[in-house]
């Protein structure tokens, strides 16, 4: 079956805007008809300011029973599989949809999911911007804003959570009931059903509910107390610098399976995946993450849902104000510190990479330039959380957080309930700081690109050269080197420079003081951009990079080694010697593992050619044999993971290996399944496991991240029938294989293309672009960016592969998600290419 798309145009939105206000909707479901499809009964009031005018709702039904307009049966041919016409319409209206719509196992619309460990099914409505119309008809845009009242008649035993506080029903009886929500966007509308597990809790009067699935209980149970504690810091603290009042009747947070994003801020109940209710044992970055997700959904209470994008060229307002928000409440009011730093280590390099393809756009684009529903979802990308979260800092580091925030509370109050757009923003921030914010942002958020910058020391003195494309205020560090060995980088103090929109040196003023050894260019992460030395302060990196006191200066400082590295001026192996040198004495597991990652799966794997990747492998072994060394005992126990983790993936001795998958690991941590599975998966690239093995491990324990990691090593064996059973999986045009969620087809694209297969992966690589590109027709965005992004074949970088990649991007058959995808990689596959005949 092709996955049918029809994407809702600008043009189209803003007709339907014109014309249409729309009142409510009263949503019934019924998740009693088996395990293929749910019934869906909505009936929808909206005025319309044009009588005898026509306009459209969305559906993506299974079967369309009626739908009936103001008392008005409408003809079969009034529904295409996507739209239903209304003609004729009248000042007061009411459209009544009565509709089968199948379950999805991709993630987009009614996801329904059957737990391998008790076989417990659960279902969850996981819209987002384009498949609410997979759940309800509606009119599918985000300005169509309209109050939500749900009931639900579910299988006796399950609990049901939506957007409102239960009315009436439990699990008794079926019939559940929800509290209408005030005027939001049908976007944001959820449902979690299930025999779920419920942590309950209240705070200042308001409930607080945690659910998972009910075979995680004991894990939530366990976890509850550390995410209630963050979730009611953050929620205090925006409740006292925003002066709007948390908008909606209650705050859950459904931990849910196999849901794509990493979080939805669907009103009243937050969707997270449920990797976040922990069963392993976790590093501190990890629980920072979690901490960060949650700050993050819970700032879109007011950046998305209490005001909304008016159309998808702001989705800057939604994603970039809470990637800005949630780094800095976690910073400001939890006890997990850390969260700019694993911002600056991990998604940072995100929007740098994303900023230098040619797929970029500004961070708030021209509506003209995202003409349909299509192109929004190509946007939500590093550009739109990374780069404008960054951008929003180097905001607030100009205007002074005070300002920025009564700037914020102008706009939430004001436009409360209803949408907002960029210019709406700048009149709020302009009203409040007397600045010209407006030219900030033609050059800040209507531009692309990563501006570079560099210190030179010239007989005048120190200077700071940047292009002119923005203003930047930029901190320098200034740094004593300490003779030792190693050496010791000390910080003498931190002078803020200004450089304007114009290019040009700009004098770093050092008071008279001796130049440092070192110039840190954004000591403290304050810009977005690329930073190069002068030779002294690279000279005084090299000796001392892993003695410089705080982490996020050694974040910053690794960001620009690797920025060096995918520009060809740093060659991969003089960035490994780096790696050995500094890692085995880094302190802070967040640093280490955003250097750890990067240099193992893509330096590793994609800039080096075969003997120079073993030798690679071989010294990020020993390397994180020496942090190992380094590390015991509680205070290191993060740290002491983060390199297991890591000498676990480089290792190539599967005796080793397999010893400490018998007895365990030596000095610790306990072997516990996720540990378990990261030694399986890497002796099963190795040789060294077999398919009864796997089986064996998933049987063992048979969750949904056993499954995964097993889907992972059955794609990963060197063996020529587990390569053609994992090709059938991602591709056939069966119904095994098109029922296999995202998830799987994720983690056996992920674990088909091993670098150390070369051979019995040649013959895949040519028949892997037509097949990728026939399946992002048939199943949609979610396995598009599972094969493509996941799966790209990566093993052996050639010429011959590009070629390939490009003809099938410019194929004018492949879809607009796929040729995005490819547009990606071969971009990175290009740099690839670039890097390594520079270091030749």
Avoid at 37 to 47: E, I, N
Avoid at 524 to 530: C, I, P, Q, R, V
Avoid at 629 to 641: E, F, V
């Amino acid at each position: 079956m092709t996955e049918t798309s029809r994407p809702l145009t600008l043009v189209e939105a803003q007709e339907r805007s014109r014309l249409l206000r729309v009142e409510s909707y009263d949503v019934d479901l019924d998740l009693t008809r088996g395990d293929r499809v749910f019934g869906s009964r909505v009936v929808v009031r909206f005025a319309c300011v044009e009588t005898g005018a026509a306009t459209f709702a969305e559906l993506r039904a299974e079967r369309l029973g009626s739908a009936v307009l103001n008392g008005r049966a409408l003809e079969p041919s009034a529904y295409d599989g996507t739209r239903i016409a209304l003609a004729g319409l009248a000042a007061d209206n009411e459209l009544v949809v009565d509709a089968e719509i199948a379950y999805t196992s991709t993630g987009d619309g009614m996801h329904r999911y059957v737990d391998p460990l008790d076989g417990e099914a659960y279902v969850g409505a996981y819209v987002g911007v384009v498949n609410a119309q997979r759940v309800l008809a509606n009119f599918d845009q985000p300005d169509l804003k309209a109050t939500i009242r749900t009931t639900v008649t579910a299988p006796v035993g399950w609990t049901v959570v939506g957007n409102g506080r239960p009315v009436s029903g439990s699990p008794d009886t079926g019939r559940w009931e929800l509290a209408t929500t005030p005027r939001v966007s049908s976007y944001l509308f959820v449902l979690v059903a299930g025999p779920l597990h419920l942590v309950r809790s209240e705070h200042r009067g308001l409930p607080f509910g945690l659910y998972c699935r009910r075979s995680l209980a004991e894990h939530l149970d366990r976890e509850a107390a550390e995410i209630l504690e963050i979730t009611t810091a953050c929620f205090d603290h925006y409740t006292s610098v925003f002066d709007e009042p948390y908008p909606f009747d209650k705050y859950d947070q459904a931990f849910v399976p196999e849901l794509n994003w990493g979080a939805l801020e669907q009103v009243g109940c937050i969707l997270l995946r449920d990797e976040y209710v922990f069963t392993s044992a976790v590093t501190d970055e990890q629980r920072v993450e979690r901490a960060n997700t949650i700050a993050h959904e819970m700032a879109h209470m007011w950046f998305g849902d209490l005001v909304t994008l008016g159309w998808w060229e702001d989705i800057w307002l939604n994603e970039s104000f809470a990637e800005y928000m949630g780094a800095q409440v976690v910073e400001q009011a939890t006890r997990f510190p850390g969260a700019w730093t694993a911002f600056a280590a991990h998604r940072k390099p995100w929007g740098y990479d994303a900023d230098e393809r040619t797929s970029t756009h500004p961070v708030a684009p021209d509506d003209a330039d995202v003409l349909d529903t299509e192109t929004a979802l190509e946007n939500f990308d590093g550009i739109s959380y990374a780069k404008g979260a960054a951008a929003l800092r180097q905001l607030v580091a100009w205007l002074g957080e005070e300002t920025f925030l009564a700037g914020i509370n102008d706009l939430l109050t004001s436009r409360s309930f209803g949408t907002a757009t960029l210019t709406d923003v700048l009149d709020a921030l302009a009203r409040h700081s007397g600045r010209d914010v407006r030219a900030w942002a033609d050059a800040w958020l209507r531009t692309t690109g990563v501006d570079t910058l560099r210190v030179e020391r010239t007989a005048d003195g120190i200077r700071v050269e940047h292009p002119g494309v923005r203003p930047h205020l930029v901190r320098v560090g200034l740094y004593d080197a300490r003779r030792g060995d190693p050496a010791e980088l000390v910080l003498r103090r931190a002078v803020d420079v200004r450089l304007p929109a114009a290019p040009g040196p700009v004098a770093v003023d050092l008071g008279g003081e001796p130049e440092p050894d070192l110039l840190l260019l954004n000591d403290g992460d304050l810009t977005f951009a690329k930073v190069r030395l002068d030779a002294r302060s690279s000279d005084a990196l090299v000796a001392g990079l892993a003695s410089i006191a705080d982490p996020l200066a050694r974040a910053v400082a690794w960001g620009s080694l690797r920025d060096r590295v995918r520009d060809a001026e740093l060659a991969p192996l003089e960035h490994l010697a780096l790696v050995a040198r500094h890692l085995p004495h880094e302190v802070d597991a967040t640093v280490a593992d955003g250097v750890l990652s990067w240099s193992r799966d893509v330096l590793a794997d994609r800039y080096l050619g075969a003997a120079d990747r073993d030798r690679a492998l071989g010294t990020l072994a020993a390397t994180c044999a020496d942090l190992l060394a380094r590390t015991d005992g509680a205070a290191t126990a993060s740290l002491r993971l983060t390199a297991l983790r890591w000498y676990v993936a480089s290792a190539g001795d599967a005796d080793e290996l397999r010893s400490w998958l018998d007895a365990g690991v030596p000095g610790g941590p306990a072997l516990d399944e996720d540990l378990r599975w990261r030694l399986l998966r890497r002796l099963t690239v190795l040789g060294a496991v077999d398919g009864v093995e796997i089986d064996a491990a998933l049987a063992a324990s048979p969750d949904e991240e056993a499954a995964l990691h097993a889907a992972w090593c059955r794609a990963a064996r060197p063996d020529a029938d587990a390569k053609r059973a994992a090709w059938e999986l991602m591709f056939a045009d069966v119904p095994e294989a098109q029922a296999a969620s995202a998830y799987v087809v994720r983690s056996t694209a992920a674990g088909f293309w091993r670098p150390e297969q070369g051979a019995l992966l040649g013959p895949y690589v040519e028949p892997w672009f037509p097949a990728a590109c026939l399946t992002s027709a048939r199943r949609g965005p979610a396995v598009t960016d599972a094969v493509i992004w996941a799966g790209f074949p990566w093993h052996d970088v050639a010429e011959r592969t590009l070629h390939l990649a490009e003809a099938a991007a410019a194929d004018p058959a492949t879809t607009a998600v796929a040729r995005r995808r490819l547009s990606d990689q071969i971009d990175e596959y290009r740099r690839a290419l670039h890097i390594r005949a520079s270091a030749t």
